[in-house]
């Protein structure tokens, strides 16, 4: 039976009122058919082109442009991009709040965008802040989490955690010699601070919406920082059971608010971290072919009953 | 043909529909909880990130029983011995996946799907053991070695059909591309065999599409035809398709004119301003949204590849004017639209009917909001530059990349 003659039935039962069946009906053959994702597709696609001609053209000609010039033009488009979203934007509120137009994400997000080239700009060519410009991408963090949460959006968001990264990026490699422990260190509290802030701001009940990208971010970042101490050959045992214990949280997560994400992260990270620690040292390579076998087997059980419990699509 | 039941299906189609439509509030809880007991279907399914993980975990398992089977049974086995015991994995991971769906009511579940891939992997390695001695892949014309990708291709066609797995009829379309590199050392000909191969395929499709217009298969067959004009499109656009891409397109892009013969250069480039207004017409006039995205993406291609074709010098203002002309567009698509009565013009609009729009704008968002930056910033022409910036590998749109 198609969905038609399903909904047609649905109408005859009443189950479904004749306006409903009209509606439904119309939805299941495509009348009207909707463009949105294609067009806010379209939209992105050239914000990014004309983001990425702008910064190599600026990387390119600046020297026959001239200084002047070329600041002028960013700073006119910057400004034309904050004008547009500040004189649009409806008053602040904690809640998830509708853009105001269709293309309003799309101009907050080429300001955003510009900023980073005009910043990237007067720091190559005037050094303000020679040796310390990671202090660039600490206030763009800044300045990029005030606009998103000014303006409620998460493109902008992932760029302020994006950049906030580069920050603890850059700044160890200030350092004399990159170390791992080092990195890793880094990793996590830049994991800390994420995770920390995005529960408060949550709890607070300001822009509670976004909290899934803070979550699925510091949760990726804090395996793989977890992964890296495992894989360390001397003190892994304490990072071993920091990964056990955020695979179970992850899994309880994943279970109770049934994303099932956080379900697949905590199996795949978890596996592999387990897996590098019990294959260690062994050189037969039937025993190593073996434990293969037999542990993907078992994450196939536990994988399908938690599937039969809890997995099923909603 | 089909390893599941037309209601079965029917039944799945009809209960995603109804979660939509519950999500976007025009069913009541209620109904929605009346409705769905009627739509119990006895196939066993699972979300989005369990598939993979299963998946995942079962490519694993079979790869390495494979690899322990022969370590403990045979020290150091033959060629040919190898490709039988390959031929031998290749029927028991397709018995298998038919077990998983005939017995566990397995669909789309990720372990049924991974057998099946198996046996694909297992039949074609078998194959080129038994028959070639392990023979790697060389681009000249054999047409006895062409038996593996052709294999290869029917194979993953018959599991596209009977399992209902999109990806398998990419693979096929994949082993295609092997084929004419055994037949004809002439690249001319292999471009134009690869599209007759996607081309009858084309045909196939448009003729047995409309006897499935509103029932479950139409997903199917509107993801399988916009692959067939990508495949098209980029087995006649001469740019693309080269191995060398990225070594010479900044260089004025003049090798390919030498190296095929004129007539066919230049038809090519012909063909490649045809085929986007074809793609797009068939796309909106069957209200298709995968054949849309395809006639949009070979749109943009043949923006992008044109100069090259050419032979013109590309300029790094390029992208910026194509990324005016994208958004121009998108703007007045919208507008148009939405000027029309209830911001509807010939069966069309722009507004969201559905959650799962929203849905995908949120995840989309946030994930293209973290690998944009990494992406703006290319790196500049060394010739044409006393500094550079970008690279962007520390995010912050390239404020934190190689300065």
Not at chain 1, 181 to 199: E, F, K, T
């Amino acid at each position: 039976m198609t969905i038609l003659a399903r909904l047609e039935h649905w109408k005859k039962q009443g189950a479904i009122s004749p306006e409903q069946h009209a509606h439904l009906a119309s939805l299941s053959r495509g009348e009207p058919f909707s463009l949105f994702l294609e067009l806010n597709v379209l939209l992105y696609a050239g914000i990014l082109a004309f983001v990425a001609g702008l910064g190599w053209t600026v990387a390119t000609w600046s020297k026959q442009l001239g200084d002047v010039l070329v600041l002028t033009i960013l700073s006119t488009m910057l400004a034309a991009c904050f004008w547009y979203c500040l004189s649009r934007a409806p008053v602040w509120s904690p809640a998830e709040t509708p853009a105001p137009s269709p293309v309003f994400d799309y101009v907050l997000y080429l300001g955003s965008l510009v900023w980073c080239v005009e910043l990237a700009y007067l720091e190559n060519r005037f050094h303000v802040l020679s040796g310390q410009w990671d202090l660039y991408l600490l206030a763009t963090a800044g300045f990029f989490c005030f606009l998103a949460y000014r303006f409620d959006n998460r493109f902008v968001l992932s760029l302020a955690l994006s950049s906030l990264a580069g920050w603890f990026g850059l700044t160890i490699s200030h350092w004399p010699s990159h170390q791992d422990a080092a990195y890793r260190q880094y990793a996590l509290l830049y994991c800390l601070m994420v995770g920390v802030g995005g529960v408060i701001l949550q709890h607070r009940g300001l822009k509670p919406h976004f909290f899934g990208t803070y979550l699925n971010v510091v949760t990726n970042v804090l395996f793989w920082a977890l992964l890296s101490g495992v894989f360390n050959r001397q003190g892994y045992g304490l990072w071993l059971l920091a990964l056990l214990i955020v695979c179970g949280a992850s899994i309880a997560w994943g279970l109770t608010r049934r994303q099932f994400a956080f379900v697949a992260y905590s199996a795949v990270y978890g596996y592999v971290g387990v897996s590098s620690i019990l294959i260690r040292g062994v050189t037969d390579e039937t025993l190593v072919l073996g434990y293969f076998v037999i542990s993907a087997v078992a994450m196939l059980v536990v994988l399908v009953q938690i599937g039969r419990r809890f997995g099923r699509p909603a | 043909m089909r390893l599941y039941s037309a209601s079965s299906e029917e039944t799945l189609r009809a209960r995603k529909l109804l979660v939509n439509w519950a999500d976007e509030g025009l069913l009541a809880t209620e109904q929605y909880q009346r409705l769905k007991k009627e739509t119990v279907s006895e196939l066993r399914t699972t979300n989005i990130f369990l598939r993979l993980v299963l998946f995942l975990f079962t490519l694993v398992g079979v790869g390495a029983g494979a690899a322990l089977f022969f370590k403990v049974f045979l020290s150091q086995p033959l060629e040919q011995t190898i490709g039988i015991f390959f031929l031998i994995f290749a029927a028991v991971c397709y018995a298998g996946a038919e077990v998983a769906v005939s017995y566990a009511r397995l669909y789309h579940y990720g372990i049924e799907e991974a057998l099946a891939v198996c046996s694909v992997g297992f039949l074609c390695a078998g194959m080129q053991s038994a028959l070639f001695r392990g023979s790697p892949y060389s681009p000249t014309p054999d047409g006895v070695h062409s038996l593996v990708p052709a294999a290869g291709a029917l194979v993953s066609l018959c599991i596209w059909r009977r399992f209902g797995l999109w990806y398998a009829f990419l693979a096929a379309m994949i082993f295609v591309l092997f084929l004419p590199g055994y037949w004809t050392s002439s690249h001319s000909a292999q471009h134009i065999v690869v599209a007759v191969f996607y081309a009858a395929g084309l045909i196939s499709v448009a003729a047995v599409r409309p006897r499935h217009r509103s029932d479950y298969l139409d997903d199917d067959f509107s993801l399988v035809e916009a692959l067939l004009w990508l495949g098209i499109y980029l087995a006649i656009n001469l740019q693309l398709s080269s191995l060398n891409l990225s070594a010479q397109w900044w260089d004025g892009g003049t090798w390919n004119a030498s190296e095929f013969p004129r007539p066919f250069y230049w038809t090519t480039w012909a063909l490649i301003w045809c085929l986007p207004p074809v793609v797009l017409a068939r796309g909106v006039c069957q209200k298709d949204r995968f054949v849309i995205a395809v006639g949009a993406i070979v749109a943009i291609l043949t923006f992008v590849s044109n100069k090259p074709y050419l032979g013109w010098q590309r300029h790094t203002w390029d992208p910026m004017l194509l990324g005016v002309l994208l958004t121009s567009v998108a703007l007045f698509i919208r507008r148009w639209l939405a000027r029309g009565p209830n911001g509807i013009r010939h069966g069309f609009t722009a507004a969201r009917l559905s959650g799962k729009d929203k849905h995908w704008m949120n995840a989309g968002s946030a994930a293209l909001g973290l690998v944009s930056p990494q992406s703006i910033t290319p790196s500049p022409q060394p010739s044409s530059s006393d500094f550079r910036f970008g690279g962007g590998t520390s995010g912050g749109g390239g404020a934190g990349g190689d300065f």
